[in-house]
C-alpha cells in the first residue's frame, strides 16, 4: 500500500488508489486484506479511480481497541474523504455486511454492490453463530490464534482434513497474523440474520451478487438483502462459487457502476 489516511479515532489505514474516473472503494471480507481484492481492482482501473485497503487489524493498516462496527465505518468515511467524498462501495463476504452497514449510516456513497454476503435468511443457525462468536472470543483472549482461525475455517464448512493441512501450509502463519480480525467481522455480520430493519434504510442502489454454483442459502440470502433495501437488484453469475472470478465478476460492477453514477 502506497498511501495512508487518518480515520477518526487516530488509527493509520493502508490504501493504494489506481485507475481514475468515479470513486469505487473495495472491501475485502474476513482472512484478508486489500491484496485479496486487487485483481478485481486491476480489471476496474480503466474505467474507475479504484481504492483498495487493508481494514484496520490487518496487513499495514493499524487497529485500535476496543473494536466496534461504528469505527470500521468511520475508516470508510477517512477514505471516501481522502478520495473527493463521493464513491461508490463494494463488499465482498462480510465485507459486504460492512459496506451496506456504511451505507446505513449515512455514508456520501453514489452506489453499494455486495457479493454474498453470508447471512441467514431464516432463523436457523444462530445459536451456531453465537456458540462461534463464545469461542471465538476465548480463542483469541487466550492468544490461541491457531484455534481461532480453525473456528472459522470449521464456520465455513471446511472439511477436517483440508483445515489440518491448511495449518501445515505455508500459508497458515499469514492466517494466524490476522486472526485477531476475525472479531471485527463476526461484529459486522451480528446476529447473522439479514438486517432486514437496517437495509430498509438504504436509499441509494443497491445491487446484490451470488454465484450459480454456490449453496442455496447464500443465493437467499443475497436475494433477501436485494429485496430489503428500496432499490435493490439480485443477480446470478451461473458458474460462480463463494470464490468469484474478477473476470466473470468485474463487467457486472461495471455495468452497474456506471448506468447509475
Not at 479504484?50 to 481497541?65: F, H, L, N, Q
Amino acid at each position: 500500500m502506497d498511501k495512508q489516511t487518518i480515520s477518526r479515532d487516530g488509527t493509520p489505514i493502508a490504501y493504494e488508489h489506481t485507475g481514475r474516473g468515479p470513486t469505487v472503494v473495495l472491501v475485502s471480507g474476513a482472512m484478508s486484506t486489500g491484496g485479496t481484492v486487487a485483481p478485481l481492482a486491476a480489471r476496474l482501473a480503466d474505467r474507475f479511480g479504484v481504492i483498495v485497503y487493508d481494514r484496520r487489524g490487518r496487513g499495514e493498516s493499524g487497529d485500535t481497541a476496543p473494536y466496534s462496527v461504528a469505527r470500521e465505518v468511520e475508516d470508510l468515511a477517512a477514505l471516501i474523504e481522502a478520495a473527493g467524498g463521493d464513491a461508490a462501495l463494494y463488499g465482498v463476504s462480510s465485507g459486504g455486511a460492512l459496506v451496506l452497514a456504511a451505507a446505513a449510516a449515512g455514508l456520501p456513497v453514489r452506489q453499494v454492490a455486495v457479493y454474498e454476503t453470508p447471512f441467514a435468511d431464516q432463523g436457523g443457525g444462530t445459536a451456531e453463530r453465537a456458540e462461534y462468536t463464545e469461542s471465538l472470543g476465548r480463542a483469541l483472549a487466550e492468544g490461541r490464534r491457531g484455534d481461532a482461525v480453525e473456528l472459522f475455517l470449521r464456520l465455513t464448512g471446511m472439511a477436517e482434513e483440508m483445515i489440518q493441512g491448511a495449518r501445515r501450509s505455508p500459508m497458515w502463519p499469514g492466517m494466524e497474523a490476522i486472526a485477531p480480525s476475525l472479531a471485527h467481522d463476526d461484529a459486522v455480520m451480528g446476529d447473522g440474520l439479514v438486517p432486514r430493519d437496517r437495509l430498509a434504510s438504504v436509499t441509494v442502489p443497491v445491487l446484490a451478487v451470488a454465484g450459480g454454483a454456490s449453496p442455496a442459502w447464500l443465493r437467499a440470502a443475497t436475494r433477501a438483502v436485494a429485496e430489503s433495501v428500496p432499490r435493490g437488484t439480485y443477480r446470478v453469475l451461473e458458474g460462480q462459487t463463494h470464490m468469484v472470478d474478477p473476470d466473470a465478476l468485474a463487467p457486472v460492477l461495471a455495468e452497474f457502476f456506471v448506468a447509475r453514477a
